[in-house]
């Protein structure tokens, strides 16, 4: 997919009509109905459509990839090049939200500056060529505050809901709402596609039952502040109350494969090994149950059926929170899209695919928690957003999610339009056909972390004289002239063409009916990164800067890092249920009773160089303090905690931990419930190292 394809991603219309369109004759439902919403159609003449197929441009079917970065939590000074890495993984969509609690957090004060200068993230993403999905509330949770909500709007809908009540029609709400709206146009006017710029999509609300009507108003306000986009979404859960009108928003559906909101303290509770099967349905039952419950329902309407199969939150990652301290491997996410694309999905959207930092804010946390009265469901960090996604909190790479994702996305890169035109043939829960392609998936988070995940070719017509018979190896991408396969784990890799069988030698190219094909093991497709049309091997990432090729690389230095304990730990806290009934996570003043470490020395570290504490360490949870400020802090869950050398240089600098107790009612996977089963005296508290890691970023080309 080129440039001018990924400009050509999310296509709908606004005037809300459906314009019939005939089929070629010779392939089934390869172009159905449009659905119009707004202006669709840019200044270089280029038009966006969708069908009930999914996106099209100039004529042609895309098959996207969206995935989730939040501006506010990343660095201003590192929006560029994170994007570009984004794109280096295989994301040809940007979607981002804008949390109104960020930006006003006293009424009528907007805030815009640095990482929250909307304006500057959009013109970054129009200058790297990346389309944008705007989530614009006026509700957007992502495991903020009060899910965006300020403060002052809370009280207010306290003191006076009749006016005020959130998430209604009610005068004050709405036009509190209008305003919002109106202030984020105002940062991204002339960024829309119509412009010229990458804002193809607006996302209404977020996760609500509706009434259709609340959802219509908010998107008349929209219209009215000036966002007439291509499209406008919605998130396609909960099952709505009453009927929507068709054309209107187009439903965009998720799965994970664990959730932190999960009230059962045990592994894979309730239906999350559903998500790794393929499944008539797109309804996920394991979203927010929490807050929408366990039985939601997921049978689809003929009208659903109606709109294109299309992604916005896939796992990517997950976070922990207090009360459920979920490990991923990183593994998990190539299974979701493999079983949602088998399952006819054309847009795999991730939420997470780039953690992040929530803001600092003296009066409270700006993370989700109980304590508060509204998305009180969930206590999480104060500080971290990770998410163990395929890009973390400081845009290192957690490398089996990078990895495994970005081939699966290169895959789609070269044979995404052509899979895009393929209906499902088959289905069964572990296997599915589209057209030439088969999707097989036997992986599920702990109940079957050996599983495979792959996709095979079928009778594939490469071209007028190759046909791809059958291969027991994973189409990956064609570069340099050569077709590439990647091994698949347990399996001879063999090509049947044009009827001969080959057994492949991996790493080394082949001819078969005039072409060359090559088999690549798994360890070197993880170093292979196509650029342009030709294959580099890195052991690092690779990405585009302009004509520029750049390398990034982490490495863990020798340097040591002096640590004394200023503090013993006062013992273990009493951990109460909070007031939705998880375990509550320790406030200020209880730290002021934990284990605590004065970290010296970091002064003596070169500032020139991009470098990064990783504290291994074992207990409930940790915090960095630098001259008395919450920093970085991090739930206990096997995996150190990172924290930026460059918000502690040159600062008193203090590591406070807690003790983890035997009983408190919290769930840890195995490995950890393990480790602390034989905690001595069932009291699990370690500091294990504290580590130097650099990053390098080099020029290649």
């Avoid at 929209?222 to 998130?235: E, K, L, N």
């Avoid at 045990?266 to 499944?279: E, H, N, S, T, V």
């Avoid at 046909?467 to 784990?489: H, K, L």
């Avoid at 920093?631 to 460059?646: A, T, Y």
Wanted: hydrophobic share 35%.
């Amino acid at each position: 997919m080129n440039i001018k394809h990924l400009l050509s991603i999310l296509c709908i219309s606004c005037a809300t009509s459906i314009i019939a369109q005939e089929n070629p004759a010779n392939m089934r439902g390869v172009r159905s109905n449009t659905i119009q919403f707004g202006t669709n159609i840019n200044p270089d003449g280029v038009k966006f459509e969708v069908d009930s197929r999914g996106f099209i441009i100039g004529g042609k079917h895309v098959l996207p990839v969206m995935g989730e970065i939040h501006y506010a939590r990343v660095p201003e000074k590192e929006w560029r090049r994170e994007i570009q890495k984004m794109r280096a993984g295989g994301i040809t969509v940007i979607a981002t939200y804008v949390f109104w609690i960020h930006h006003e957090e006293e009424e009528g004060k907007w805030d815009w500056s640095g990482n929250k200068n909307l304006r500057k993230f959009i013109e970054i993403c129009q200058e790297e060529q990346m389309p944008v999905v705007l989530r614009i509330g006026p509700f957007c949770h992502g495991e903020v505050y009060q899910g965006g909500f300020p403060v002052w709007l809370t009280d207010k809908a306290t003191a006076d809901p009749k006016q005020y009540k959130l998430r209604s029609q009610a005068p004050g709400f709405m036009e509190a709402a209008h305003h919002l709206y109106n202030n984020i146009f105002a940062q991204v006017n002339g960024l829309l596609w119509k412009d010229g710029g990458p804002i193809v999509g607006v996302q209404i609300e977020n996760e609500c039952r509706g009434p259709w009507a609340y959802y219509m108003a908010l998107k008349n306000l929209a219209v009215q502040a000036g966002f007439d986009t291509p499209f406008y979404t919605r998130t396609g859960w909960p099952k709505l109350n009453g009927q929507e009108e068709f054309g209107k928003m187009l439903p965009l559906y998720g799965d994970y494969a664990d959730g932190f909101w999960d009230r059962d303290l045990k592994d894979m509770p309730g239906d999350y090994p559903k998500a790794f099967i393929m499944k008539d349905t797109r309804l996920s039952a394991v979203i927010a149950t929490e807050a929408l419950g366990k039985n939601q329902d997921t049978e689809m309407s003929t009208r659903d059926r109606a709109y294109p199969y299309l992604t916005c939150e896939l796992g990517g990652g997950m976070m922990p929170s207090y009360h459920r301290r979920i490990n991923m491997s990183g593994r998990e996410v190539k299974p979701l899209a493999i079983c949602k694309l088998g399952s006819g999905s054309n847009l795999p959207g991730y939420y997470m695919y780039h953690g992040g930092t929530n803001p600092y804010n003296p009066k409270h946390t700006m993370a989700e928690t109980q304590a508060t009265s509204v998305t009180n469901y969930n206590d999480m960090p104060h500080m971290t957003y990770d998410f163990q996604a395929p890009l973390g909190e400081m845009g290192q790479p957690n490398w089996t999610a990078w990895h495994e994702s970005r081939l699966l996305h290169q895959f789609l890169a070269d044979w995404g339009e052509e899979l895009s035109l393929m209906d499902v043939d088959t289905l069964s829960d572990h296997y599915a056909r589209r057209g030439c392609f088969e999707f097989h998936n036997e992986y599920v988070k702990i109940l079957n972390e050996e599983g495979t995940s792959y996709i095979t070719p079928n009778n594939w017509k490469l071209s007028d004289n190759v046909t791809i018979d059958w291969a027991t190896a994973e189409p990956f991408c064609t570069a340099d002239g050569i077709v590439y396969f990647i091994a698949i784990e347990g399996q001879k890799p063999r090509v049947s063409i044009n009827g001969k069988v080959t057994t492949a030698k991996l790493n080394k190219p082949f001819t078969a009916a005039g072409k060359m094909f090559c088999v690549l093991s798994k360890d070197k497709a993880q170093t292979a990164y196509k650029i342009g049309d030709k294959l580099y091997y890195s052991d690092g990432i690779l990405y585009q800067d302009g004509d520029r090729i750049m390398e990034e690389t982490w490495h863990t230095l020798s340097t040591k890092v002096n640590y004394v304990l200023t503090q013993e730990p006062g013992g273990l806290r009493e951990v109460k249920m909070g007031s939705q009934k998880v375990a509550a996570q320790p406030v200020e003043s209880d730290f002021n009773k934990a284990a605590t470490w004065s970290i010296s020395n970091l002064n003596e570290l070169n500032e020139n160089l991009d470098l990064y504490l990783e504290i291994k360490y074992r207990g409930d949870v940790a915090r960095i303090y630098a001259d008395g400020k919450l920093v970085e802090d991090n739930f206990w869950n096997g995996k150190p905690m990172l924290v930026r050398l460059s918000d502690l240089v040159g600062k008193k600098v203090e590591l406070r931990i807690l003790p983890l107790g035997k009983d408190y009612p919290i769930y840890l996977q195995q490995a950890q419930r393990a480790e602390l089963d034989k905690a001595p005296n069932g009291v699990l508290l370690s500091l294990d190292n504290i580590q130097v890691i650099e990053r390098r970023t080099n020029v290649v080309e």
